[in-house]
């Protein structure tokens, strides 16, 4: 998210540390692989169910507890094996 509020990124893979460990020599740390937000909205705004539930953009600067409380309600973990 950006100090505004608006999700600029989603998440979508971590790198697994043992791998990469094993593949450099290096343990990586907080290596993660994200979707471009605006890749998203492409896609979200051509599903019409959830293009008619899309916010527009907050432009004015928030506070970063406020920012916080936003990101930690919409965050979920997604787990698939």
Request: cysteine-free.
């Amino acid at each position: 998210m950006d100090e505004h509020g608006n999700v600029v990124g989603v998440v979508s893979a971590k790198l697994n540390a043992s791998a990469a460990l094993a593949a450099s020599g290096a343990l990586p740390e907080n290596v993660n692989y994200a979707v471009k937000s605006s890749y998203l909205l492409s896609f979200l705004e051509s599903v019409p169910e959830v293009s008619a539930k899309l916010k527009a953009p907050i432009g004015t600067e928030r506070k970063f507890d406020d920012v916080v409380q936003t990101a930690q309600a919409a965050a979920v973990l997604v787990m698939v094996y």
